[in-house]
Each structure stands twice: as C-alpha cells, then as structure tokens.
C-alpha cells in the first residue's frame, strides 16, 4: 500500500476513534448539541490540516522525482525537453509538470544550464527560456512578470536583443557558449523546465 493510502487510512481510523469518544463523553456530561458542533468543526479543521501536509508531502515527492531524471543545482533542479515546441507549448508543458521555463539568475545558473543542454539535449542546440518581452518591447521578464536582473545577451557580434517587436522570447544558445538571443515566439526550440527545491 503506498503512502498516501497509508495516511488516509490513518486519517479516517483517526477521525472515527476521536468522535467516538467525543460523542459518548457528551453523552456522559449530558453537553448540548452545540458542543458537537463545535467537536465536529474541529475534527474538520485537523482532517483539512493534514490533507494540506499530505499534498505538500506528495509535492516534495514529485519534485524528487522529477530532479532524479534532470539534474540539480543549487536551489533548483533543471529537467529537459528535448520536443521542440514553441514558446508558449513549451511554458505550459514545464507549468504542467509544477516548474516553470529555465530563467538563470547568475552567470553560475547559466554555466550550469548550458552544461546540462550539452549533455541531455546537444552541443548544437537552442533553447527556450522563461525570458520574454512580450507586454513592454525591451522590458524583459521572467515568467512570474518580475524584472530580469541577470542577463547573457549575445552583444559582441549580433547586439541581441535586435529583433524589435517581432522577436519576444529569449532564448540560449549551446553553439554561442550560453549567449540569450532573442526569438520569434512562434519558432520550435527544445525547453528546460526548473524546479525551486529546498
């Protein structure tokens, strides 16, 4: 029987004993019905509670999961999508699975990512991130809306970002040594999904 039978088990054993016992100590002390309610209030509250640490329980789980297919850095764990697919397809997908599209916060985070797109994707491949300036053209931003304060734009041969309104979505480069350009939003890439660990 796996865990979370385990606990529900355990949860409805739990919630029968305490309202019997509830129940005939109010029958002794003669109680009136609003004890049981608020009894009954009460076992409802605790059920909701460990229902919460079970679901966070599964969650951590999941992400275990999924980090022990990827690969993890510090913070995060990295988990690739070698589909191509364009930006939006690839967003919802990593959205789906509880992360979010690969946005590096450091130079680090980036030297880490493109290692990975090297070894699990290719050593020639593109790669979308969680970078856009769809709302506001050359106001970039990750995908919770929030300003993006480390950058790797390719500016020595190309000047990226150049593609004006046409070309919203960022992406990485393993051919350019983890340089951002920017995309066509439209445009099919491979994806890296992140995941925040604890």
């Known amino acids: 029987m796996d865990n979370g039978r385990v606990c529900a088990l355990f949860c409805l054993l739990l919630l029968a004993h305490s309202s019997c016992q509830q129940t005939s100590s109010q029958r002794r002390s003669g109680k009136k019905d609003s004890a049981n309610s608020a009894a009954i209030e009460e076992l409802r509250k605790q059920v909701q509670d460990i229902v919460e640490e079970l679901n966070v329980l599964k969650e951590q789980q999941?992400?275990?999961?999924?980090?022990?297919?990827?690969?993890?850095?510090?913070?995060?764990?990295?988990?690739?999508?070698?589909?191509?697919?364009?930006?939006?397809?690839?967003?919802?997908?990593?959205?789906?699975?509880?992360?979010?599209?690969?946005?590096?916060?450091?130079?680090?985070?980036?030297d880490e990512l493109l290692s990975y797109v090297r070894q699990s994707i290719g050593p020639e491949e593109h790669i979308w991130l969680g970078v856009n300036d769809m709302v506001t053209d050359g106001h970039w931003v990750d995908q919770s809306g929030s300003g993006v304060?480390?950058?790797?734009?390719?500016?020595?041969?190309?000047?990226?970002?150049?593609g004006g309104r046409s070309q919203n979505c960022a992406i990485l480069s393993t051919t350019a040594n983890g340089k951002w350009f920017d995309e066509s939003c439209r445009a099919e890439k491979a994806s890296v999904c992140e995941f925040n660990i604890v």
């Open 149 to 162: 304060r480390f950058k790797n734009w390719e500016t020595e041969i190309t000047l990226q970002p150049d």
């Open 62 to 110: 999941a992400l275990q999961t999924v980090c022990l297919r990827g690969t993890k850095i510090l913070g995060k764990c990295f988990l690739a999508e070698p589909v191509k697919k364009n930006f939006h397809a690839a967003s919802d997908d990593c959205v789906a699975k509880g992360g979010s599209l690969a946005a590096p916060a450091s130079g680090y985070e980036n």
